[in-house]
């Protein structure tokens, strides 16, 4: 009994958590920051291990950054892992941006440049504009359409 609640610790703490991202978009630049890992185009990665300020965007032309471009933000975690799409400048509409928080499905779409504080920040306490998922494993999945 006591050895095998040990394996099941074991388990748990050894086993880094993964977490998927699916990035599409049909922009002329699509392109996507994670800070530590580098920066990629769009596509499904899996990362093990914590995902911090990961940043996706798309447009005309966007710096890894996503600048001057709409960007969708994310940090995935063993915790509260969070989204949110962002137009506080140097952002600025560019695109359609919409993502959906995995497992759980939260979400967000910005479809115009007026979609508001509900969808989009616009400036750093727009925290209605905010998403999370719970999940130890929590990805998202992000659509930015030209
Ligand atoms: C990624 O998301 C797109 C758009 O939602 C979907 O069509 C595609 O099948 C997904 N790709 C993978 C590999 O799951």
Do not use: W
């Amino acid at each position: 009994m006591l050895a095998s609640i040990f394996t099941v610790a074991l388990a748990a703490t050894g086993t880094l958590a993964a977490h998927t991202i699916n990035f599409t978009s049909n922009c002329p630049s699509a392109i996507m920051q994670i800070p530590g890992h580098g920066v990629y185009r769009t596509g499904k990665y899996t990362f093990n291990g914590d995902v911090n300020g990961g940043i996706a965007s798309a447009g005309r032309s966007c710096s890894q950054d996503g600048v001057p471009c709409s960007s969708v933000e994310f940090t995935l975690n063993g915790k509260y892992s969070t989204g949110d799409i962002t137009l506080i400048p140097p952002h600025k509409y560019s695109a359609r941006a919409a993502f959906q928080m995995t497992p759980g499905g939260s979400s967000a779409v910005c479809d115009n440049a007026n979609c508001g504080p509900k969808n989009a920040f616009y400036k750093p306490d727009d925290y209605s504009a905010q998403r999370y998922d719970p999940s130890p494993n929590a990805g998202i999945n992000i659509q930015i359409t030209c």
